[in-house]
């Protein structure tokens, strides 16, 4: 005999707390009606790809069959030839936000505290309720993070600290000597995740990327990306340099072909092209500090960058908000990011654009502004 059916169904419900998470939200990259538009929301570079990545990326089309190296090896290599490092040491993921994930998977669970800055990027704060764990906020000091007040929260239950260097939305950095004296004030047990998705365009003597910290302890992880100055968002390539023991754990944990054959051929390009780059670098050079100055020209300010975008502060004044000028660049046909959620509820952030975008941002801001 069949047996009774349930009187009612039940859904399967996620872990508690789960549904407590608020969903990253990427920045407007569409808009109503027809026509180009000025996209300068996601710090992507204006230079594009290198042409050489995108010629990769096209050679392994007939290769799509076959599942990639399993362990992005080429990749690895061309990264360790380029930076000076332990190819052993280094994991590559589906974008850097997949290795910030795999490791609050591998070190954070219910009753530990992970520790983030005030305006750090949201990915942290999720990955580490996903995992149980409990997201601890140190305030920030003049936008940039404090050394003193991250450490003045650290407790026996913090296992993992992320820290943004450069700091996305903010741009602002901490030097060589903060981060060392940062780390040295660090229990063992602490992981400190520095995320350096900017790093390539930072030109300051005094900011390290911190391979050297990671090659000579067993609590540092450093990441970085290719989706910013390599211009390869799309096809989703991070990688991390790892002590030994982190980089066997999160072997063991992630997928087994999480890299893609077209996005390692494609990094392994992008790697390779030092003119690109360079070209990149002096582009951001050139054109950050002549935004900051422009905008300061038309009564806006902006929170000083070393990476390749601006927080750009907008008056209180009614008519004047960064609510009200994204809503004037959207009818121009112009996107920026808003950023309320970081905590800045009246600033936009603008990534450097090539020549003609960054013009049309100031052109529309200046009219916005009433400064012509």
Not at 27 to 47: C, H
Not at 232 to 260: K, M
Request: net charge negative.
């Amino acid at each position: 005999m069949a047996a009774d059916a349930p009187s009612a169904r039940t859904a399967p419900a996620p872990r508690p707390g789960i549904l407590d998470i608020a969903s990253y939200v990427p920045g407007t990259s569409v808009l109503p009606g027809t026509g180009p538009i000025v996209k300068l929301s996601s710090n992507e570079t204006p230079l594009g790809p290198s042409p050489k990545a995108v010629e990769a990326y096209i050679d392994e089309a007939a290769r799509l069959a076959r599942y990639p190296d399993g362990s992005a090896r080429p990749l690895r290599e061309a990264l360790a030839a380029e930076h000076g490092l332990d190819p052993a040491r280094i994991v590559c993921g589906a974008g850097s936000d997949e290795l910030l994930n795999l490791l609050a998977v591998a070190y954070l669970g219910p009753g530990d505290e992970a520790i983030y800055t005030e305006h750090g990027f949201l990915v942290y704060k999720i990955a580490i309720l996903a995992h149980g764990a409990t997201p601890i906020v140190a305030p920030e000091t003049n936008r940039t993070a404090d050394v003193d007040a991250i450490l003045a929260l650290v407790t026996a239950r913090t296992r993992m600290l992320f820290l943004a260097n450069p700091n996305n939305p903010t741009g602002t950095y901490l030097p060589a000597a903060e981060i060392e004296r940062l780390h040295a004030s660090l229990p063992g047990h602490v992981v400190l995740v520095l995320d350096g998705a900017y790093a390539e365009y930072v030109r300051r003597d005094d900011y390290e990327a911190s391979a050297a910290l990671v090659a000579a302890n067993d609590n540092v992880v450093m990441t970085r990306t290719f989706s910013k100055i390599y211009g390869l968002a799309s096809l989703r390539i991070g990688w991390a340099y790892c002590p030994d023991a982190i980089a066997d754990t999160l072997n063991r944990i992630r997928g087994p072909f999480n890299v893609t054959g077209p996005s390692i051929a494609a990094g392994v390009a992008a790697v390779g092209d030092h003119a690109h780059m360079e070209a990149a670098v002096a582009h951001n050079e050139r054109w950050l500090p002549e935004m900051a100055m422009r905008l300061a020209g038309i009564g806006l300010t902006a929170t000083p960058s070393v990476a390749n975008f601006l927080l750009v502060h907008f008056p209180d004044t009614p008519g004047r908000t960064a609510r009200e000028a994204d809503a004037y660049l959207h009818q121009r046909r112009i996107i920026l990011r808003r950023v309320e959620e970081y905590g800045f509820p009246n600033a936009l952030r603008m990534t450097i654009g090539t020549e003609p975008e960054n013009v049309a941002v100031l052109d529309a801001l200046s009219a916005f502004m009433g400064a012509t």
